[in-house]
């Protein structure tokens, strides 16, 4: 895949996440899952890019997104 695309959808799912979780309308379980899929769409932009500490700090996103989906439903 296109690093752009990566890099972008990335960074767009990361802030309709925010988003969803600062309006408080009960979607937080869904809001997480674009965390996850934020997280994974940047950590393999990073990869492509060897930027290897955007890739750790995805896999700690990647890590609370989960916990955040297991706390919510």
Same mark, same amino acid.
Do not use: D, P
């Given at each position: 895949?296109? %690093?752009?695309?990566?890099?972008? %959808?990335? &960074?767009?799912?990361?802030?309709?996440? %925010?988003?969803? &979780?600062?309006?408080? @309308?009960?979607?937080?379980?869904?809001?997480?899952? !674009? !965390?996850?899929? %934020? /997280?994974? !769409? @940047?950590?393999?932009?990073?990869?492509?890019?060897?930027?290897?500490? @955007?890739?750790?700090?995805?896999?700690?996103?990647?890590?609370? /997104?989960?916990?955040?989906?297991?706390?919510?439903?």
């Amino acid at each position: 895949m296109n %690093s752009k695309i990566l890099e972008w %959808s990335g &960074v767009t799912t990361a802030i309709i996440y %925010s988003l969803l &979780v600062s309006f408080n @309308i009960g979607v937080e379980f869904y809001a997480f899952c !674009l !965390l996850l899929i %934020s /997280a994974i !769409l @940047i950590a393999a932009w990073a990869h492509k890019g060897s930027h290897k500490g @955007i890739f750790f700090l995805q896999i700690f996103y990647a890590t609370a /997104a989960i916990i955040g989906m297991i706390r919510w439903f």
